[in-house]
Structures are given as C-alpha cells and as structure tokens.
C-alpha cells in the first residue's frame, strides 16, 4: 500500500463525529477498500473542552483552521459543520491549496456550488457533495454522470425527511404539528430548532442544487418560490384523505423555453 493519504475533518456534531469514529475505528478494513492508507491528521473544533460523543486523542483536535488548511500534508478536507460562512471560505481556501472536498453542506452548495466547482476544475481537484441531498441516495453522482446523455427537463421530489415525518404522523395520527415536531425531536428527525425544515428552507437548498446540476446554470436559493408546511392544520387531512389524496413538502423544478421554474411548497 502506498503512502497515507492524510485527511482533515472540520466538525465533531453528530455527522463528524460519526465520520471521524468510523475513520478510526474501521481504518484497516478503509484503507484496504480504499486502496491506501487513510489517516485522519487533524479535526477543527469550536471547543477543545467540550465533551465528545466518541473517543478521540486531544492531540487530534484544534481551533485553528489553518493547521488544516495551510498543512501541505493534508491531501483531503471533510466539513461537516454546516452553515455558510465560514465554511465556504475554509472550501475555496482547501480548494486553492490543492485539497480534494468532501462536504455535506447544502448551504454552501446551493448558494456557492457553481463557483468552487469551477475553482476545484481549474486547481484539478475533486469536490464531493453526495450527502448534501438525499442521504445516501446517489442523486447527485446520477446527475453528474449516469444522466449525463440526457436532457432533464424536470424534477418532483420529497427531499426533507422532517417534514415528511411530521407530516406522517400528523395524517395518522391527527395530532398537532407542535406534537408531531416535538415527536421528530425526540425520535431524533428533528433539529432542537426544526425551522429550516418546517419553513422550507433545508428542501430549497437541496433543489437548487439538484437544478443547477440538472439545467447547467446556477439557481440559487432565493430564486426559488419557498412556503414551509407551518399553515398545514390537522383538518386539511381529512380534507385530503376525503379527496383520496395524502399532504406532501414539494420540491419541484422544470424546464420551460427561456426559463425555469423552481418552487418548495405544501401539495
């Protein structure tokens, strides 16, 4: 096996500390997967004396993004923290020294996705975002490649899973939206503020990215039409069911001459 290849992560939440876990623990059975020897040289945290999840070698840990981002020895940036700044800026700058991405930020990814990929191609290196949208669901690899002989014309999907459970339980159950929220939450669905998902938010982030792969042109999140399922009342499914139909978070985009159509809304 040729020489490590040296990987740092940025965030130790719920996901880093997953990936970070599964890159210690299963390094052997990675490596020989991978082909090379995968090491995690280092991790950026916001607090060194915070409590972790998993067990982890203070000597890996650090406040100090350029430990990673100006380490030469570091081939490969993971971020998982989220959010927009500084995150985009801790990308471009990895991409710009050379690093390989892998990030799971849908924010940063809708809003600047066009442009670091255009960086990543002129510095010949790699950005992955799979886990930006769907989970584990291949949809943007299929996009990018598998489709790549095809003209997409339009997009219909469920791409939030807290509305679709609140939505679920609200339909089987006839219970409140405050209760089937507080139901994610506690089920682990739900974040402790479940805003972006209930307003729409995360489903629109993840569309424009899916329709600025599927058409080749950049849309970002505040071209699309947003309406979150908080007006959604236990009485509009019976209404629903009557009608033989059930309440779903839409995320649609089509292609139409001259223009595209993108909206995130209730159906």
């Not at 710009?96 to 991405?101: A, E």
Request: charged letters at 25%.
């Amino acid at each position: 096996m040729s020489r490590p290849l040296n990987v740092g992560l940025i965030g130790l939440g719920t996901v880093g500390s997953q990936v970070a876990d599964r890159m210690l623990s299963w390094g052997p059975q990675l490596s020989r997967r991978a082909g090379v020897e995968l090491c995690l040289k280092r991790v950026l945290v916001r607090d060194l004396a915070k409590r972790r999840p998993i067990e982890i070698s203070p000597d890996l840990l650090t406040t100090d993004a350029s430990q990673i981002l100006d380490d030469p020895s570091v081939e490969v940036l993971i971020e998982v923290a989220g959010g927009d700044e500084p995150m985009r800026s801790y990308i471009e700058h990895a991409i710009q020294s050379g690093k390989h991405v892998i990030t799971a930020n849908k924010v940063v990814m809708a809003k600047h996705g066009p442009e670091l990929l255009d960086q990543a191609a002129e510095k010949n290196v790699d950005v992955y975002f799979e886990a930006a949208v769907g989970g584990g669901i291949p949809l943007i690899s299929a996009f990018r490649t598998d489709l790549q002989a095809n003209r997409i014309e339009r997009v219909s999907a469920v791409i939030n899973g807290t509305t679709n459970y609140v939505l679920g339980r609200m339909a089987s159950t006839g219970q409140a939206m405050s209760d089937a929220v507080r139901e994610a939450q506690e089920a682990g669905y739900a974040e402790a503020d479940p805003t972006d998902d209930i307003g729409g938010y995360d489903a629109t982030y993840k569309l424009a990215i899916l329709a600025s792969i599927a058409y080749e042109i950049k849309v970002g999140p505040g071209e699309i039409y947003r309406e979150g399922i908080d007006g959604i009342e236990p009485v509009d499914f019976r209404y629903a069911r009557e009608l033989g139909y059930a309440i779903k978070l839409i995320a649609h985009t089509q292609r139409h001459p001259g223009r595209i159509e993108a909206r995130v809304h209730p159906a």
